[in-house]
């Protein structure tokens, strides 16, 4: 299919765009390039630098690239900005994704792919986290993904549109070649922020929380490899076909790992000591948070090529060891 690919330029959106291309697919990317890179994109790879504010000029897109089928990864994701900067959030996570819906049943294209998250469910009563578990979203952040997925609802009811809503855990790794992976800037994902410890780029690594109730102290965390996640979005594209059709999947292992086992195969693989700095708990940061993806490998047939930290960690030093300062430099 022709797949248009918003947020394509980002880290997991760029990843995708590799997995749809190997799975004989034809991406599109349409990236107003705030957060994410030009060079991600694959190469031959159409591109279009527009804000979703713009409805006339994504529906032009939609039209003239005959798009059949839209991904949507380009949400703002930092929880802390999000209670800080809430407008900015609202703006972008749920109004931007509105210009494009509505630009979408302009040009007659009902098929739709979102990137959800876990943090639509809050700080969960019972684990591991099921797609039935209560939504109760703790920041702003949570609180947008949620919104847009009862938006896609409504829309789903009342103009036909088919679509699936992937909630992540923590997605994680790079590329298996080593040609792209994950570069944000602030960066504040543990693997990246471990890999600048180890190798110099950062003194220390901060460490938020070391009293918890788990068996190291520290918080666990479902790590799931990006094109593990790309995988699962690709494989849903026959359910889409009947309209009005809703979808929700959880994305993880279902393999809980602490922080202190992610900083070890951090160490491990880079063969170098971490200095750690021990602070206090960050506010809102659950014990701990895992997926049960069943309902994902039982309907779509999805399998996890990378099910544990250090298979994860060897493909992410594989990329940041070659580009220590990201994109293009």
């Not at 839209?70 to 996570?93: I, Q, R």
């Not at 950062?202 to 190291?216: A, H, K, M, S, V």
């Not at 992610?262 to 200095?275: L, N, P, Q």
Request: aromatic content about 10%; overall charge neutral; charged content about 20%.
């Amino acid at each position: 299919m022709n797949v248009l690919v918003v947020g394509g330029a980002g880290y997991i959106g760029s990843h995708c765009v590799r997995q749809l291309i190997a799975a004989g697919h034809r991406p599109v990317v349409l990236d107003n390039l705030a957060y994410g890179h030009r060079a991600a994109v694959a190469p031959g790879v159409a591109f279009h630098e527009l804000s979703l504010g713009d409805e006339a000029a994504v529906e032009r897109v939609l039209r003239t690239e005959q798009i059949e089928l839209v991904m949507h990864f380009a949400a703002y994701c930092y929880v802390g900005e999000s209670v800080t900067d809430p407008l900015k959030y609202y703006f972008n996570n749920e109004v931007a994704t509105l210009h494009l819906l509505r630009a979408m049943l302009a040009a007659g294209v009902k098929k739709f792919v979102f990137s959800s998250t876990c943090a639509t469910y809050g700080v969960p009563a019972t684990l591991p986290i099921t797609e039935l578990s209560p939504q109760a979203p703790i920041n702003p952040y949570g609180q947008t993904k949620l919104d847009v997925e009862n938006a896609l609802k409504a829309v789903a009811h009342a103009h036909g549109l088919s679509f699936a809503a992937f909630r992540y855990f923590n997605a994680a790794g790079a590329s298996e070649d080593g040609v792209i992976g994950e570069d944000h800037s602030p960066e504040t994902h543990l693997i990246p922020l471990a890999f600048d410890a180890a190798t110099g780029r950062r003194p220390q690594l901060e460490i938020f929380g070391t009293d918890y109730p788990t068996p190291d102290g520290t918080c666990l965390r479902d790590y799931v490899h990006v094109d593990d996640l790309s995988r699962a979005h690709i494989a849903v594209f026959p359910k889409l076909s009947a309209p009005g059709t809703a979808l929700f999947y959880n994305l993880g292992t279902g393999r809980p790992t602490s922080n202190r086992e992610v900083i070890r195969a951090v160490e491990k693989v880079t063969g170098r000591k971490i200095k750690m700095i021990e602070s206090p708990r960050r506010p809102g940061d659950p014990p701990a948070l895992y997926a049960d993806s069943t309902k994902a490998q039982r309907e779509l047939g999805w399998t996890i090529k990378f099910p544990d930290i250090d298979s994860i960690v060897a493909t992410a030093w594989k990329w940041h060891s070659a580009h220590q300062t990201g994109y293009g430099r």
